[in-house]
Each structure stands twice: as structure tokens, then as C-alpha cells.
């Protein structure tokens, strides 16, 4: 697609494919949006941990269709953290069976049970010239740091954090990052090659597990971007997208007739795809209501 994106606006310099891959991702991610793209992870399940609260959601979780805790044969219910917080909050850590639970979003997998040293280490020796920047509180202010990375040898952060407000790289790296506190004993984040900011999404469990647990949560999965050469997209459109994609770069260089042109063009096929998606003459609608909880009432 870079290609003939590149020969279409006369521009096959390495520089401006780097600009097309971006153009090229933006208008991936709109066309998933707009025809409402589902695919689903059938058979994810964790493991609870006794007296463990929080759990990291793979990184292609986008949103979960139903919670089950398959041990005590129990459907879990889902809250807003705000609501979680408000009804249950002078019991909110408090050990017991699963009734509920939270999706929500953090920038660490598990922020440090005291105030420590962050351990960053790469699972690859070349990652050498990698900085890692981390921004989060120590001695009660916000402050923040950069840290380059040794390799596979940890290299410790300046200042002691008891939260992380945020963790970025300043390229791709070679291996996958982790970072660590409390000597080792905390993991706070696992940062993929691609990755360069991190970002989770998270469940909670109330009340916290006192027992091991089986939980099945089916999801619907969050597309990745395309990054690779021969990456190709979950989707029949590279057509389209080569159309949107050749407008944002007439648009880039400020020519807007052209832009407005393949504009047009990009938007009547999308119109088309969207149409060939949602016409399903065979499918029957049907609604599905859920008995409320009674317990949940009060």
C-alpha cells in the first residue's frame, strides 16, 4: 500500500513512507470504527489470587461480552469504578466470594506497595540506546526522570515512586521492556517492542478473592496497528484505505483540490462497505433482557 500510495502522489522518498504508514494506520482505525468491526477472543480466562485484587487484561482486550466465575458457577456483575467506589467503599478490599467487577484503564499493571526504585531491563542485550521516560510521584510530588536502558541488566531509576503516573520509550525497542519495584517483587508494566507509551486495561474484582478462581471473560479484540512490511489488514478495504490515504497526503502537501477528490472517492466506498457489513438479509434481531439482581438493590 505504501507503495502505491507513494507512486500515486509522486513522492517514493523514505521519509514520506513514514508519513503514509501513519496516514495509512489513522485511516484503518476509522474504518473498524465506522462499521463497527468485531472479532472475538472465545476462550480467555484468568486465574484469581488469593487476596489479589487487580488483573492486567491482554493487550488486545478492547471490551468483554459477559464475566463468568466458572469455579462457583456465578455471572458477574459489572460497575463503573465510581459506582464501585460509592456503594462499597468502606468494604472495598475486603476478602470474600466475587460478586462484581470493573474494567478500567492505568497506566501500570500494578503500581509500587511502597515508596521504591523503578528496575527497568530489556528481554533483548541490543537495547542500548532505548530512554525510558517515567513521570510519577516521590516524596509526595510529581516529578519525573529518564532512564536509558542497559540491555537485559535492570537499570534503576534516580527517585523512590509510590505511584506512576506515566512510562514512555523514545523508540521501538528490540525486546520487550519490563519494569520493576519493591526489589523485583512488583511487576508495573511489560511494554511491548512496538510500544512506545503505556496504557492497560485492568479488572477488579470485588469482594477480593479469598480462594483461587477460575474466571472466563470472552472479549472482543482491539485491533493492532499496522507496523510491518507485509502486515495486511483484518478487513477486505486496503483499496479504501489507499484512497483516504493518498487524500491526507494531498492534503499534506497543501493540495487540496486532489485531496478533496479522493476525499469524495474514499468516502463513497466506505459508504459501500459499510452498506455490504451491515446487510445481512438472513440475520433475525432479538433482544436479550437480563434479570436485575435483587441483591444489587440496596
Known amino acids: 500500500m505504501k507503495n502505491a500510495?507513494?507512486?500515486?502522489?509522486?513522492?517514493?522518498?523514505?521519509?514520506?513512507?513514514?508519513?503514509?504508514?501513519?496516514?495509512?494506520?489513522?485511516?484503518?482505525?476509522?474504518?473498524?470504527?465506522?462499521?463497527n468491526?468485531?472479532?472475538?477472543?472465545?476462550?480467555?480466562?484468568?486465574?484469581?489470587?488469593?487476596?489479589?485484587?487487580?488483573?492486567?487484561?491482554p493487550e488486545d482486550f478492547n471490551k468483554e461480552i459477559g464475566c463468568h466465575d466458572v469455579t462457583n458457577d456465578l455471572q458477574l456483575a459489572r460497575f463503573d469504578l465510581e459506582e464501585l467506589y460509592r456503594l462499597y467503599g468502606n468494604d472495598l478490599t475486603t476478602e470474600g466470594s466475587i460478586e462484581r467487577y470493573v474494567i478500567y484503564e492505568d497506566t501500570v499493571m500494578a503500581h509500587p506497595t511502597s515508596a521504591s526504585v523503578l528496575a527497568l531491563s530489556s528481554s533483548s542485550a541490543s537495547d542500548t540506546a532505548i530512554t525510558v521516560l517515567v513521570r510519577g510521584i516521590a516524596s509526595g510530588s510529581e516529578t519525573y526522570e529518564t532512564v536509558t536502558l542497559t540491555g537485559v541488566t535492570p537499570v534503576n531509576t534516580a527517585n523512590s515512586y509510590t505511584r506512576i503516573k506515566n512510562i514512555s520509550k523514545s523508540a521501538e525497542s528490540v525486546g520487550i521492556v519490563t519494569v520493576t519495584s519493591n526489589s523485583a517483587a512488583v511487576t508495573n508494566a511489560v511494554i511491548s517492542k512496538e510500544v512506545l507509551k503505556t496504557r492497560f486495561r485492568m479488572c477488579k474484582?470485588?469482594?477480593?478473592?479469598?480462594?483461587?478462581?477460575?474466571?472466563?471473560m470472552p472479549y472482543i479484540i482491539k485491533p493492532l496497528m499496522l507496523s510491518q512490511n507485509f502486515d495486511y489488514p483484518l478487513l477486505d478495504c486496503a483499496d479504501i484505505l489507499e484512497l483516504g490515504a493518498i487524500a491526507d497526503c494531498w492534503r499534506y502537501k497543501r493540495q487540496f483540490?486532489?485531496?478533496?477528490?479522493?476525499?469524495?472517492?474514499?468516502?463513497?466506498?466506505?459508504?459501500?462497505?459499510?452498506?455490504?457489513?451491515?446487510n445481512n438479509p438472513n440475520q433475525v434481531h432479538q433482544f436479550l433482557p437480563t434479570v436485575f439482581d435483587k441483591n444489587d438493590l440496596y
Open 5 to 35: 500510495i507513494a507512486a500515486e502522489v509522486q513522492d517514493t522518498s523514505t521519509a514520506f513512507a513514514t508519513i503514509i504508514g501513519r496516514f495509512i494506520n489513522r485511516r484503518y482505525f476509522q474504518i473498524l470504527r465506522a462499521i
Open 37 to 57: 468491526w468485531k472479532n472475538i477472543n472465545s476462550t480467555y480466562s484468568f486465574n484469581t489470587v488469593d487476596g489479589t485484587q487487580d488483573y492486567a487484561m
Open 205 to 216: 474484582l470485588h469482594y477480593v478473592p479469598s480462594a483461587v478462581a477460575t474466571i472466563n
Open 257 to 278: 483540490g486532489k485531496a478533496q477528490t479522493y476525499e469524495l472517492l474514499y468516502t463513497q466506498e466506505l459508504d459501500k462497505l459499510i452498506w455490504d457489513k451491515s
